[in-house]
């Protein structure tokens, strides 16, 4: 079973970056042909695809996004990372990390983590 687990801080200071990991158990993120993506949604909206890191660790990203957007990870510890640069209260959202699989379905999702933008 495959468990995706964010985390990072909850709150951010507008015009800084927001820095999210997600922790993957049960599972490789080396593993072809497996992607794993950063979704958000903000309150009372609908979930917007960030971008992914592909299991050849290729990255692709949102195009209204792209500028501010970062996606990394780290084969040692089988995670990967999300940093998304001068934010804004409009980046307020529930942060979710999730697997694709080989049919582009997203079939694991973490919980989530609420990253709120306020000073």
């Known amino acids: 079973q495959v468990q995706l687990q964010e985390s990072g801080p909850g709150l951010v200071k507008p015009s800084q970056t927001l820095s999210l990991t997600c922790a993957v158990s049960g599972g490789s993120i080396t593993t072809s042909y497996y992607d794993w993506s950063w979704i958000r949604q903000p309150p009372g909206k609908g979930l917007e695809w960030m971008g992914v890191i592909a299991y050849d660790g290729s990255t692709y990203y949102s195009p209204s996004l792209k500028s501010r957007t970062s996606i990394s990870r780290d084969t040692s510890t089988n995670q990967f990372s999300l940093q998304l640069s001068s934010v804004t209260p409009e980046d307020t959202a529930l942060y979710y990390c999730?697997?694709?699989?080989?049919?582009?379905?997203?079939?694991?999702w973490g919980k989530g983590t609420l990253v709120t933008v306020s000073s």
């Open positions: 999730a697997r694709k699989d080989d049919y582009g379905y997203m079939d694991y």
